[in-house]
């Protein structure tokens, strides 16, 4: 397959540099690749209200499989996008950019990229599938992309980085809020869900660089937890958190019954209900004014033992909600025995992002120094 492709690039090549050329857009040849998808995770059961006969599919997930000409990487990169969101996250930016997954091509990667289950492509089945919501414009201006106009942590006022005003009537605001689609209001039910069906996607296409955004953080701990030996590393961008409670934006109601998932993961010694994890305040990492309150273990804690041997970054962008409280999650993982590593995007010079980093004016930065350097670092 690869002979063929490259066969055919000199002829691409022409044919993408003269679409370049009808493009305000510089760069964007993007890399060449061949793309397939697939679905995995189908369950066929009857049709509700019907008998036997009529049998539907649900549970499924929309797989994008993406193969540069070039493949010089053993792992592929599997993505995972979150809240509200569909895989279109990685490919170009809201502006027309190219996105994360043309870069890690560029660097030899096969990629594959998920809609999360009853969501974008993998299908929502009425009466079988739990109810859903979106995001209103205002959310996504005030918590992502125009968080300095609404100010509601302090860290916000920092930022810089999102291309365009990032309200409604920008022409890229509009296009990014127009990709945004409803997800299941239960995040136990996407749990189980996620679980399931990428656990099968894992078993097919075996050992992975898992990268998650947000919501589909807790879904790295519970795939590592999972399916151990083929999860080689997490890279979490700002993962859903703190453990146990919701934070800056009330209400803050309790969540991650199990720390930092919805659903059970292994501890050691083993749980046999989320009432076993005895909690207590971190007091240097609370602050009620910000609305956080940081929970770890009470000692001596349980091991999430399944995760020990899977190096795992966090990634914290400057001006996100998540600058205030995701260095509790990653307290909660070290105690917890994970091999956890913490980037706070300012720390090494990289400023003024918010939490849709990757397609932000400075995304294939964060790609390069960060994400590519870390995967050098521990499993290239
Ligand atoms: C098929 O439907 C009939 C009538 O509703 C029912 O008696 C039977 O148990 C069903 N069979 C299966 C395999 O569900
Ligand atoms: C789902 O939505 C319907 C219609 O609004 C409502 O009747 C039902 O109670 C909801 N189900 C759940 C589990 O919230
Ligand atoms: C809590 O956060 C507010 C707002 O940033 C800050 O002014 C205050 O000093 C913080 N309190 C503590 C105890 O850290
Ligand atoms: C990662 O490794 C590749 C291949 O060795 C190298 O070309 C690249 O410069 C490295 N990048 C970073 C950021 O470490």
Redesign the pocket.
């Known amino acids: 397959m690869l002979h063929s492709l490259s066969g055919i690039s000199s002829l691409l090549t022409l044919l993408l540099l003269s679409t370049t050329c009808l493009s305000s857009q510089s760069q964007l040849q993007g890399t060449l690749h061949r793309r397939n998808y697939f679905y995995v995770g189908e369950q066929y059961v009857?049709e509700p209200g019907t008998?036997?006969?009529t049998e539907i599919a649900f549970g499924q997930i929309y797989v994008e499989h993406l193969v540069p000409a070039t493949v010089t990487q053993t792992l592929p990169i599997l993505m995972i996008h979150g809240h509200g969101m569909t895989g279109t996250n990685f490919l170009n930016t809201p502006d027309g950019r190219l996105g994360w997954a043309d870069y890690f091509m560029s660097q030899g990667f096969e990629i594959y990229i998920v809609d999360q289950p009853s969501r974008g492509r993998s299908a929502w089945q009425m009466g079988i599938d739990g109810n859903e919501s979106a995001y209103d414009a205002t959310t996504i201006s005030s918590h992502f992309t125009a968080v300095e106009k609404f100010n509601l942590w302090p860290q916000a006022s920092l930022h810089t980085q999102w291309p365009g005003s990032g309200i409604a009537g920008d022409a890229i605001f509009d296009n990014f809020y127009a990709s945004t689609v409803p997800s299941l209001n239960s995040d136990e039910e996407s749990s189980v869900k996620v679980k399931r069906a990428v656990g099968k996607l894992l078993d097919d296409i075996g050992p992975v660089i898992l990268l998650t955004h947000s919501q589909s953080g807790q879904y790295g701990w519970i795939l590592g937890d999972f399916r151990p030996s083929l999860v080689k590393t997490i890279i979490a961008l700002e993962p859903i958190g703190p453990p146990f409670i919701n934070a800056v934006f009330p209400p803050l109601t309790p969540a991650r019954p199990f720390g930092v998932t919805e659903i059970p993961v292994t501890y050691s010694p083993p749980i046999s209900s989320a009432s076993e994890l005895k909690t207590e305040v971190v007091p240097s990492l609370t602050n009620a004014s910000l609305g956080t309150t940081c929970f770890q273990q009470a000692a001596p804690a349980r091991q999430m033992v399944n995760l020990k041997d899977i190096p795992t970054l966090v990634v914290t962008s400057e001006s996100s909600y998540h600058a205030v409280y995701d260095s509790c999650t990653v307290g909660y993982l070290a105690q917890a025995g994970v091999p956890v590593t913490h980037v706070q995007l300012a720390d090494v010079g990289i400023k003024g992002n918010a939490h849709m980093m990757f397609m932000e004016k400075n995304g294939l930065e964060i790609a390069e120094k960060v994400v590519l350097e870390w995967i050098n670092k521990t499993v290239a």
Do not use: E, I, K
Request: charged fraction near 25%; avoid cysteine; hydrophobic fraction near 0%.
């Open positions: 009857d008998h036997n006969g």
